[in-house]
């Protein structure tokens, strides 16, 4: 079992940043491929960013590419999403998820394809 929580969401105005990150408890989160979601008001959960486990692969969603960088510290057992240029679209509930990975560098892009939930992080950006 892995206990995910997530931490960094806040109030930002557009244009600002914010950090978010997702510390895991439990099983050896080395072996574990991460992802950032996030649901808006009235939408369906959508994958962000994901992370293989050993951080050699990084997949992002058009609507955050090229603002966004997530990665691990095994070490800290901790994953960050690092959210800069932040617009008002980008209010959401933010979620990181994880999964036991066999492959190193495979990423999962399905909220079904993960077996572990943190409660979420609200992140609001005012115009």
């Known amino acids: 079992q892995v206990q995910l929580v997530e931490s960094g969401g806040g109030l930002v105005q557009a244009g600002g940043s914010l950090r978010l990150s997702c510390v895991a408890s439990g099983r050896n989160f080395s072996n574990y491929a991460m992802g950032w979601f996030r649901q808006a008001p009235g939408k369906e959960r959508e994958l962000v960013a994901a992370i293989s486990w050993s951080g050699a692969s990084t997949y992002y969603a058009d609507a955050v590419k090229g603002r966004s960088t997530i990665s691990r510290d095994t070490a800290k057992n901790t994953m960050y999403l690092q959210l800069n240029k932040l617009k008002p679209e980008d209010t959401a509930v933010y979620y990181c998820?994880?999964?036991?990975?066999?492959?190193?560098?495979?990423?999962?892009?399905?909220?079904?394809?993960?077996?572990?939930w943190g409660q979420g992080t609200q992140v609001t950006v005012s115009a």
């Open positions: 998820a994880g999964r036991l990975s066999l492959w190193e560098s495979s990423t999962y892009y399905h909220s079904r394809d993960y077996d572990y």
